[in-house]
Structures are given as structure tokens and as C-alpha cells.
């Protein structure tokens, strides 16, 4: 049972465009969602996170959106650079212990 | 602040042997997770420890184990490998008990022959 879906498995995108990676969750008991990114052999660096009590958190270049009556939350990156280039997970989790619930990643691409 | 270190790197494992991986997480982080990647399921949670104790735990046989230490380093280990355990093996940390970021150590590749 996939609790956390990203439905894209890639996206490709223009610098300075506007990327949007989404991410859609069945589990209505999350309460805190996090976004990461991750280069190969690397592990994943957190990016930026948002309480289920808000519907927006914005971190520079970064903004998170959450709808929760559509169990949904998606990432912006404007505008985009070619080091954003990486695989983008999104997180959940429950009760605020310490599991993470990821979703299968996007691979994002910006272009020169 | 040196980050979260995973030990060995790569490791080349036959079935039926077993394997123990190391974390050593950001000082002062008592809180440790692990998680198994591959291709096709993703990162998926393995279990989680905090001040010694299992908080959580993933969907897993029991030939996966794990402890935490008082200095809060933690082992993974696993027994009788399948080649399906091949992948990385990612260690977490973080500073509360409480939801937040984890941050995440390069991961430890295990190929079963």
C-alpha cells in the first residue's frame, strides 16, 4: 500500500522556469511533510518541510503548498537552476515520530 | 559539525552470510533511523531508534535487526542474505524526538552474490 505517491517519475525544465513536483498522500493521519533531494550516491539532503497546520512554507527559491481536503502537496522551485537536476522525494509522517513514509521520487532535469 | 557517517561504503556480500552496517550520527542526535532503497520500492523504513529503545518498525522479516548504542551510534544488521537485500542502506539522524528533518548519511551499497 503506496501511503505517499509522486506519479511523475520525471520532469523536464528550462532554467529559470518554474518547477513543480507534486506529491499525493492517502493517509489523512500524516501531520508533517518534508521534501528532499538527492544526487546519486549521495543521501538525501533535506530541502524544506511543512506542519499540517499551515498550507505554505517558503524557503528561498523553495515554496511548499499543502491541500489537505485534497491530501495533496506539491514543491516550487522558481526560478530553476541546472544544479537543481536531481531526484526529489517527498515525505510524511504520523504523529511526529520519527518514521519517514516516501514516495517513489521524481527525477527533475533543468536545462541550460 | 561532521554529519551522519555510514560504514563500509560498498559491500559484496554471498547468500545465506550475514552483514552488519554502522551509523554514526550528528553529535548530539539521538535519534536513528534506517531505510532500504532499490529501484523498484523506493526508501522504505526499516526501523528507528531513540535513546537505546525501538520507537518504530517497518515491514520486514525478522532477519533485520538493529540496536543503538548509549553513545547513539547504531548497527543494522542482517542475517541469512537473499539477493534481494542488494541496495542501499541509508542511515538518518535527528536531533528530537519529535517530527522534523532527518538527515541523512551517504548510505551503505550491499550487492548479494
Known amino acids: 500500500d503506496q501511503q505517499v505517491k509522486q506519479n511523475s517519475p520525471s520532469l523536464s525544465v528550462q532554467e529559470g522556469r518554474i518547477s513543480i513536483l507534486n506529491c499525493d498522500y492517502t493517509?489523512?493521519?500524516?501531520?508533517?511533510f518534508l521534501w528532499y533531494k538527492k544526487y546519486p550516491a549521495e543521501g538525501p539532503t533535506f530541502l524544506i518541510s511543512i506542519s499540517s497546520i499551515k498550507d505554505k512554507n517558503e524557503d528561498g527559491r523553495f515554496t511548499v503548498f499543502l491541500n489537505k481536503s485534497a491530501k495533496h502537496l506539491s514543491l516550487h522551485i522558481v526560478p530553476s537552476q541546472p544544479g537543481d537536476s536531481a531526484v526529489y522525494f517527498c515525505a510524511a509522517q504520523q504523529d511526529s515520530y520519527g518514521k519517514l513514509t516516501f514516495g517513489q521520487g521524481t527525477i527533475l532535469t533543468v536545462h541550460p | 559539525k561532521a554529519g551522519v557517517t555510514q560504514t563500509p561504503r560498498y559491500l559484496i556480500k554471498t547468500r545465506g552470510q550475514q552483514v552488519t552496517l554502522s551509523c554514526s550520527p550528528i553529535?548530539?542526535?539521538?535519534?536513528v533511523s534506517w531505510y532500504q532503497q532499490t529501484p523498484g520500492q523506493g526508501l522504505q523504513f526499516l526501523f528507528e531508534y531513540f535513546s537505546e529503545t525501538q520507537r518504530n518498525k517497518g515491514n520486514f522479516p525478522g532477519r533485520f535487526s538493529g540496536r543503538q548504542f548509549s553513545n547513539s551510534r547504531s548497527e543494522m544488521n542482517v542475517s541469512t542474505l537473499e539477493l534481494g537485500d542488494s541496495a542501499l542502506y541509508l542511515c538518518?539522524?535527528?536531533?528530537?524526538?519529535?517530527?522534523?528533518?532527518?538527515?541523512f548519511g551517504q548510505g551503505t551499497r550491499l550487492t548479494v552474490v
Open positions: 553529535s548530539g542526535h539521538r535519534s
Open positions: 493517509n489523512s493521519m500524516f501531520d508533517y
Open positions: 538518518a539522524s535527528s536531533l528530537r524526538a519529535m517530527a522534523g528533518e532527518a538527515f
